[in-house]
């Protein structure tokens, strides 16, 4: 067979649907990114579902040219494990928001991560409720004044990488919606995943909490206030590359490079370490304190819900290759009545 | 001496003891062998929530009932003709439903000061006046059991697990039962124990003996075999049927199964049923709740599965948003709500029949559902078959009740000929290029079926979710008109389901006195007793529902030609709303909610007081 396949761009994966995001929202970016990760990666888009929540992420796969399911509050990870078990051929998606994913949806979300099914979670943090206009999140920080919360929220902000790392994630991300290439990257890297991956990405709502990201975004703060993390190679940042994190014990510091500390002192990198530990004292790697982490936190391989869901059922039909179901009605105690 | 041996047409017997002394066992091996004499059989187990409730106590009882007849029955029996007790417990719960003259088989070794006391009771209950009514027989079982597998050497905790097979045993001799297949039951599932085999087949002998030998005073009994419909026969519990016609319904459609469930009392049977049978395509999910588990089912219908999720009442509602989303998605699935004791937790592990209108209107918005109800253990197969064809013609979730008295219950299932069932036809679109008109998603069929269209097809990429969406492209859709348009249409195909599936049969006269009108679990009882006002000259007729949701066709006409109509209901009334809010028509009921069936006694007087 020698017929070309044709090639598709990132506008092939974009359906006729108007956007209906705020102007300036950070969801755009992530749409387009996601388009892009797509043409690149070469999948087919009918082999392609995307099924969201509830929220303003969760409206993304009505945006997409591929299958798509907008189902209810939180409950995204439960549809597309089933979706995922029934078709393991397909390449499923689970756009989520850090309300969706985290408040209502809380359950669903570890249970996916622990059974490890092979699916792409995405989850747009902008540590506030855009859609219900405007309420604290499970990521708000401490004492934010929203419309629910007057004098200040009470509870005690999640780290969703941290919680990934808790049910044993077996593929563990972060990235930020304006860095496109970091961005684009990231989410190829989640797609060749094979199991859960589970990817963050820092999303501005310009309306009701615009800046939550700022120190990780604006130009003259990012580079202090971010790392980049790479495989094997040492946690350094600053805008002169002269700053990076070593471990002092079971803690992390912040060094500067010189005076006797070399980039060998520093931490490396190693996203596929078989223990999460690592992974987790980055996502434990907060503002002001440290810079936060961006990039791959762990990659390793483990054995996947839907793939053994599968074999069980391929090896019982291979033990029992012409059990018909006569025999199965038929099978113990039965009487004839002539 | 042999005793003489009296020939009955039916016999109703009941076994109760402690949680732990194995009476459900017991009655299944006394039901099987009954049915494999060639007897109808109808079961009733009746077991408390706890695992183990504190032992000897009126709470910790667990009783197993099967009637075995030589004709048609369709109800466990309401009265006993024979009640073994293992404890004062035992007793205590169970001799109001001994008929008088009835026989009392008591374990005597349980009879003493300590198992008073934890049965809460101030004396021996044998010693009461009332025990005259019956022909009690004192035996010895535990120290009986203990003797005949002395040589064993056992323990006594494990000579004393025998001795339900002990009084398995004397049944067996009263009512001249075949000890073979329990023999074979015995190795087949002890066979890897030898020890604990061979003290189990000592007990059951034991027993037998012990009743050839001492008790041959009194007469045993001989039931004839049944005239059943020619055929081969097997035992079927409601929840092995349904789970076993999922599996048939899937092959008919040419589909894999896939289950999405979480444990939860009485419908976990159907979960366990299912993961045995991995070799038919059937993937089973135990999900980390009840949502996820009907999200999951959600998520393998739109991926062409036959996908079904089972629950009990308290599951049904945690459902509820879920099944919303179903309904508005318009994919095909199976939501199946084995009934138990309500409101809230409830009466786990008894029977009602309270759910239909949570299942009928329990969610939001104007969601209408198709809903059929299983009538007894051996018609579960069927419904199942019978409502995958609903879903997939008229692509909708389909409701499907039974209820804890069908789920454990057993009676004999005629077995069908597989190869001889209509094939259920479905169909998928087809790839479609860029030349191609473009896909609508919600275009609908002569049915109101929108295209069951599946991932993977080029050129049908489409989007659904739970927001309002166009009535032919499936786009998000708020304009006020098409809402409207939506959801009448949605409404339309459910009612247009009545074009699909039988009229309501009469049992009787097309018109007359009274219309008795069941639904689901009541069915033997309702039969039977309709049948005994006949026969006393009375002009009662009955109609059985099996579609709730849609109505029958002929539903209305038929209400029309009766002076009265009565609805016996194990809650309070819920049919009866839905037909007198429907067709405006008086109907009276007969409510029951003490977590047990109703009996054919009380059914018969009720029927008999309407006429007058």
């Known amino acids: ?338 | 001496m042999a005793s003489t041996v009296e020939n009955i047409s039916r016999a109703t017997i009941r076994f109760a003891g402690d949680s732990g002394d194995g009476m459900q066992l017991t009655g299944t091996q006394l039901t099987n062998t009954s049915a494999l004499a060639g007897n109808d059989v109808a079961t009733f187990p009746d077991f408390p929530a706890e695992i183990r409730a504190p032992r000897g106590t009126r709470a910790g009882v667990s009783g197993f009932q099967v009637q075995f007849a030589s004709e048609d029955i369709f109800t466990p029996g309401d009265q006993l003709d024979t009640l073994v007790v293992m404890n004062p417990a035992a007793l205590i719960t169970n001799i109001s439903d001994l008929r008088p003259g009835g026989l009392l088989i008591v374990n005597e070794d349980s009879f003493v000061s300590k198992e008073f006391r934890l049965a809460k009771l101030e004396s021996d209950p044998l010693d009461d006046p009332d025990m005259d009514q019956y022909r009690v027989i004192k035996i010895k079982m535990t120290l009986l059991t203990r003797t005949a597998v002395e040589e064993l050497g056992l323990t006594t905790k494990f000579a004393d697990r025998c001795k339900n097979f002990f009084a398995m045993g004397f049944v067996y001799w009263l009512y001249n039962r075949d000890l073979q297949p329990s023999l074979d039951f015995i190795n087949a599932k002890f066979g890897g124990k030898p020890d604990i085999a061979a003290a189990n087949e000592k007990a059951l002998k034991a027993g037998y003996n012990y009743g050839e030998t001492t008790e041959a005073a009194i007469s045993t009994y001989q039931v004839e075999k049944a005239k059943l419909e020619p055929g081969t026969y097997k035992n079927i519990m409601g929840n092995q049927g349904l789970a076993w016609g999922c599996i048939a319904a899937a092959k008919l459609s040419g589909k894999d199964l896939f289950l999405g469930s979480y444990p939860i009392t009485p419908a976990s049977d159907i979960l366990h049923e299912l993961s045995k049978h991995k070799n038919f395509g059937v993937r089973t999910f135990q999900a980390e709740d009840e949502i996820a588990a009907v999200c999951s089912t959600i998520g393998a219908a739109f991926g062409g599965h036959m996908a079904i999720t089972t629950s009990s009442g308290p599951g049904i509602a945690l459902k509820g948003e879920a099944l919303g989303l179903g309904m508005i998605l318009e994919l095909p699935m199976l939501i199946i709500n084995i009934q138990r004791g309500g409101p809230s937790t409830g009466l786990p592990t008894k029977t009602e029949q309270s759910d239909l209108l949570q299942c009928m209107y329990g969610r939001n918005g104007e969601s209408p559902l198709p809903l059929i109800a299983a009538r007894s253990p051996a018609d579960c197969f069927q419904t199942a078959i019978d409502a995958w064809r609903v879903a997939v013609k008229f692509m909708c979730p389909v409701m499907v009740l039974s209820d804890g008295y069908i789920a454990n219950g057993a009676e004999p299932w005629k077995i069908p000929d597989y190869d001889a069932l209509e094939e259920i036809v479905v169909e998928h679109p087809g790839e479609r290029s860029e030349e191609d008109p473009p896909f609508l998603p919600y275009k609908r069929d002569e049915n109101l079926s929108r295209p069951w269209a599946l991932p993977g097809t080029k050129g049908l990429e489409h989007r659904i979710g739970g927001l309002e969406k166009d009535h032919e492209t499936g786009n998000v859709s708020y304009d006020p008109d098409n809402h409207e348009f939506m959801c009448k249409i949605r409404q339309e195909k459910i009612d247009k389901i009545a074009d699909f599936i039988p009229e309501l049969e009469v049992d009787g006269e097309d018109s007359g006195d009274l219309l008795v009108l069941s639904w689901g679990g009541t069915y033997g009882a309702c039969t039977t007793a309709v049948s005994h006002c006949r026969a006393d000259g009375l002009n009662v007729s009955h109609a059985h529902l099996r579609f709730i949701s849609p109505f029958p066709r002929n539903l209305g006409t038929i209400l029309g030609n009766f002076k009265k109509i009565v609805i016996p209901e194990l809650n309070l009334g819920q049919l009866q709303k839905i037909i007198t809010s429907t067709y405006g028509v008086n109907a009276e009921g007969i409510h029951k909610l003490k977590g047990r069936p109703f009996t054919v006694s009380e059914l018969t007087e009720q029927f008999k007081e309407l006429i007058g």
């Open chain 1, 1 to 338: 067979m020698s017929t070309e396949l044709p090639v598709l761009r990132p506008a092939d994966f974009g359906s006729d649907q108007d956007v209906r995001w705020c102007p300036g929202c950070g969801d755009y970016s992530i749409l387009a990114q996601m388009k892009k990760a797509l043409a690149t990666q070469g999948f087919p888009r009918e082999k392609t579902a995307f099924i969201s929540g509830i929220g303003c992420s969760s409206r993304f796969p009505y945006y997409m040219a591929t299958y798509g399911m907008h189902s209810i509050h939180g409950r995204a990870p439960a549809f597309a494990t089933g979706l995922k078990s029934a078709r393991p051929d397909l390449q499923v998606w689970v756009i989520t928001g850090d309300g969706d994913a985290l408040s209502i949806g809380g359950n669903h979300l570890m249970h996916a991560i622990r059974r490890n099914v092979n699916i792409n979670i995405v989850l747009f943090n902008n540590r506030i409720y855009g859609l219900t206009k405007g309420q604290y999140s499970p990521t708000s920080e401490i004492g934010k004044i929203t419309k629910s919360t007057p004098m200040g929220s009470l509870d005690n902000p999640l780290t969703p990488l941290s919680l990934a790392v808790g049910c044993n994630a077996t593929f563990i991300a972060r990235s930020i919606d304006t860095n496109a290439k970091h961005l684009s990257s990231t989410l190829q890297r989640a797609a060749e995943h094979q199991g859960t991956s589970f990817v963050e990405v820092y999303q501005n709502c310009n309306i009701f909490n615009d800046g939550a990201w700022k120190y990780a975004t604006d130009r003259t703060t990012r580079q202090e206030n971010v790392i980049e993390i790479e495989h094997g190679k040492p946690l350094i940042f600053g805008a002169e590359s002269n700053k990076g994190i070593r471990l002092n014990g079971l803690n992390p510091e912040v060094v500067e490079l010189g005076n006797g500390i070399a980039e060998d002192d520093l931490l490396f990198h190693d996203e596929q370490s078989p223990e999460p530990t690592l992974a987790y004292l980055l996502s434990r790697m907060r503002q002001p304190e440290f810079p936060e982490a961006i990039g791959v936190f762990r990659d390793i391989d483990a054995p996947i819900y839907d793939d053994q869901l599968n074999s069980q059922v391929a090896a019982a039909q291979e033990k029992n290759p012409d059990a018909s179901l006569n025999s199965l009605f038929n099978s113990g105690n039965t009487w004839t009545v002539d």
